[in-house]
C-alpha cells in the first residue's frame, strides 16, 4: 500500500471511528428504552456556512474502502458479542459451531475453478484448511449475532455505508440485447471482467440466467479490463473484439471462459471456429493486425478513472438510452445472484415509480 492509500485509508478509519464513538456517547445518555442511531452521513466541514457531509467526498474507492472498514467493524462486532453472550447467556454454549470435515474439503477442492492450477488436494489442503475454517467461523459467529438480536439482547446502530451512485458510460460496450438506443430498457447490468481471471468465471452462470430471467427489461453489456499480471488478458480481449465483428461476440465470450485454462493462439482460433466465425481469415488478420488493441486499452482506462481495480466489476442502475449511460452501484468479486437481483429489482422499482409520475 503507497503513502497516498494509507493517508485516505488512515481519515477513512478516524472519521468512521469518530462518527461510531460520537454516537455511542449518544446512545449511552439516552434512555436505554429508546433506540438511538448514528448518522453515517456526518457533517465534516462546513464552507460559507454550507455544511460538506461525508458523502460529499465520495468516489468508488473511497466507497470501496468505506465498505470494506463496514465489514472489519462488523467482524469484531460479532466476535464480541459472542464472547459477552458465552458470559451472560449460558444457553449459547449449547449451539455447537460447525466442524470442517475432509468431505467439505475435498468438495471445495473439486468445485472451484482454477485451484487444481495452483497444486495437488495434499499440496493445497491446509490453506483449504484456513479459507473454510475462517467462513465456518464467520457463519457461526453470524448466526449468534442474528440470534442475539431476535431475543432482544442485542440492539445494532451500526450501519453499512450509504450506497454510492456513481455515472458510467457504456462507451464501446457491447450489448447483450443489441441498439443501445432502445427505450425498452430502464435498467442496465455493465460488466467489466478479464478472460483470465477465474472469478470472472464463476459469475458468467449467473449472468446467463439474468439474460433470460429480465430479456425485457434489462440491458447487459460488457467492457474489457484485462489485469496486468494477465499476461494474454488484452490479447484475448482484442480476439473477442474481431469475432464481434462477425457477431460472434458472446459466442466466442462464452467458450473462452469455459475453456480458461487453455488459452494460446491455436486454442483461440479453435474457438473462434467453435463460436461460429465464418471468415476465419478475417478474424486472423483483424487480430493478427491489432485492429481493437486501443479499444480494449480504452476500456480499461476508463474502468481505471471510475474507481475499478480488480475483476469482476460490475455498475448496476438506471440506464439512460439518451446519454448511454448507467446512474447506479459498483459491485466487485463474484458478485452472488441474490445480490444482483435485489439491486435490479430496486431499479426497476424506481423506473416504475417513475413513469408513473
Same mark, same amino acid.
Given at each position: 500500500?503507497?503513502?497516498?492509500?494509507?493517508?485516505?485509508? $488512515?481519515?477513512?478509519?478516524?472519521?468512521?471511528?469518530?462518527?461510531?464513538?460520537?454516537?455511542?456517547?449518544?446512545?449511552?445518555?439516552?434512555?436505554?428504552?429508546?433506540?438511538?442511531?448514528?448518522?453515517?452521513? /456526518? #457533517?465534516?466541514?462546513?464552507?460559507?456556512?454550507? /455544511?460538506?457531509?461525508?458523502? +460529499?467526498?465520495?468516489?468508488?474507492?473511497?466507497?470501496?474502502?468505506?465498505?470494506?472498514?463496514?465489514?472489519?467493524?462488523?467482524? @469484531?462486532?460479532?466476535?464480541?458479542?459472542?464472547?459477552?453472550? $458465552?458470559? *451472560?447467556?449460558?444457553?449459547?454454549? +449449547?449451539?455447537?459451531? %460447525?466442524?470442517?470435515?475432509?468431505?467439505?474439503?475435498?468438495?471445495? =477442492?473439486?468445485?472451484? %475453478?482454477? #485451484? !487444481? +492450477?495452483?497444486?495437488?488436494?495434499?499440496?493445497?489442503?491446509?490453506?483449504?484448511?484456513? =479459507?473454510?475454517?475462517? #467462513?465456518?467461523?464467520?457463519?457461526?459467529?453470524?448466526?449468534?449475532?442474528?440470534?442475539?438480536?431476535?431475543?432482544?439482547?442485542?440492539?445494532?446502530?451500526?450501519?453499512?455505508?450509504?450506497?454510492?451512485?456513481?455515472?458510467?458510460?457504456?462507451?464501446?460496450?457491447?450489448?447483450?440485447?443489441?441498439?443501445?438506443?432502445?427505450?425498452?430498457?430502464?435498467?442496465?447490468?455493465?460488466?467489466?471482467?478479464?478472460?483470465?481471471?477465474?472469478?470472472?468465471?464463476?459469475?458468467?452462470?449467473?449472468?446467463?440466467?439474468?439474460? @433470460?430471467? =429480465?430479456?425485457?427489461?434489462?440491458?447487459?453489456?460488457?467492457?474489457?479490463?484485462?489485469? /496486468?499480471?494477465? !499476461?494474454?488478458?488484452?490479447?484475448?480481449?482484442?480476439?473477442?473484439?474481431?469475432?464481434?465483428?462477425? *457477431?460472434?461476440?458472446?459466442?466466442?465470450?462464452?467458450?473462452?471462459?469455459?475453456?480458461?485454462?487453455?488459452?494460446?493462439?491455436?486454442?483461440?482460433?479453435?474457438?473462434?471456429?467453435?463460436?461460429?466465425?465464418?471468415?476465419?481469415?478475417?478474424?486472423?488478420?483483424?487480430? &493478427?493486425?491489432?485492429?481493437?488493441?486501443?479499444? @480494449?486499452?480504452? &476500456?480499461?482506462?476508463?474502468?481505471?478513472?471510475?474507481? #475499478?481495480?480488480?475483476? %469482476?466489476?460490475?455498475?448496476?442502475?438506471?440506464? +439512460?438510452?439518451?446519454?448511454?449511460?448507467?446512474?447506479?452501484?459498483?459491485?466487485?468479486?463474484?458478485? /452472488?445472484?441474490?445480490?444482483?437481483?435485489?439491486?435490479?429489482?430496486?431499479?426497476?422499482?424506481?423506473?416504475?415509480? *417513475?413513469?408513473? *409520475?
Amino acid at each position: 500500500m503507497n503513502r497516498q492509500n494509507r493517508i485516505v485509508t $488512515l481519515v477513512l478509519f478516524l472519521t468512521f471511528s469518530f462518527t461510531l464513538f460520537f454516537s455511542g456517547s449518544l446512545a449511552i445518555a439516552e434512555s436505554n428504552s429508546k433506540a438511538t442511531t448514528y448518522d453515517n452521513n /456526518p #457533517i465534516i466541514a462546513e464552507l460559507d456556512g454550507q /455544511p460538506i457531509f461525508l458523502d +460529499d467526498l465520495k468516489n468508488a474507492k473511497i466507497q470501496d474502502n468505506l465498505v470494506q472498514l463496514y465489514r472489519m467493524q462488523k467482524d @469484531v462486532l460479532k466476535r464480541q458479542v459472542l464472547s459477552s453472550l $458465552l458470559q *451472560n447467556h449460558p444457553e449459547i454454549a +449449547d449451539i455447537e459451531p %460447525p466442524k470442517l470435515s475432509l468431505g467439505d474439503m475435498k468438495q471445495f =477442492y473439486e468445485s472451484t %475453478p482454477g #485451484i !487444481k +492450477d495452483l497444486g495437488s488436494f495434499e499440496e493445497m489442503k491446509e490453506r483449504i484448511r484456513d =479459507y473454510l475454517g475462517k #467462513i465456518f467461523e464467520a457463519n457461526y459467529n453470524d448466526r449468534i449475532y442474528q440470534l442475539a438480536l431476535q431475543k432482544g439482547w442485542l440492539v445494532e446502530f451500526l450501519k453499512e455505508p450509504n450506497d454510492f451512485r456513481l455515472v458510467a458510460s457504456l462507451g464501446t460496450a457491447v450489448r447483450y440485447f443489441g441498439d443501445s438506443k432502445s427505450t425498452e430498457k430502464k435498467v442496465a447490468v455493465l460488466e467489466y471482467s478479464d478472460f483470465q481471471c477465474p472469478f470472472c468465471k464463476r459469475v458468467q452462470k449467473t449472468l446467463k440466467k439474468l439474460r @433470460v430471467e =429480465y430479456k425485457d427489461r434489462v440491458q447487459f453489456a460488457y467492457r474489457h479490463f484485462p489485469l /496486468p499480471f494477465h !499476461k494474454q488478458a488484452s490479447s484475448i480481449a482484442e480476439a473477442v473484439e474481431c469475432a464481434r465483428d462477425q *457477431n460472434k461476440f458472446w459466442e466466442l465470450q462464452s467458450i473462452i471462459y469455459q475453456k480458461q485454462e487453455v488459452l494460446e493462439v491455436g486454442d483461440i482460433l479453435r474457438a473462434a471456429d467453435e463460436a461460429g466465425v465464418e471468415n476465419m481469415d478475417d478474424f486472423k488478420s483483424c487480430w &493478427d493486425g491489432g485492429k481493437y488493441k486501443a479499444r @480494449v486499452q480504452n &476500456d480499461l482506462k476508463e474502468g481505471a478513472q471510475m474507481g #475499478i481495480q480488480g475483476t %469482476p466489476t460490475f455498475i448496476i442502475g438506471s440506464f +439512460d438510452a439518451e446519454t448511454d449511460t448507467i446512474s447506479g452501484e459498483m459491485f466487485s468479486g463474484a458478485v /452472488p445472484e441474490k445480490k444482483f437481483i435485489s439491486t435490479i429489482k430496486k431499479y426497476l422499482r424506481a423506473a416504475e415509480s *417513475n413513469a408513473m *409520475n
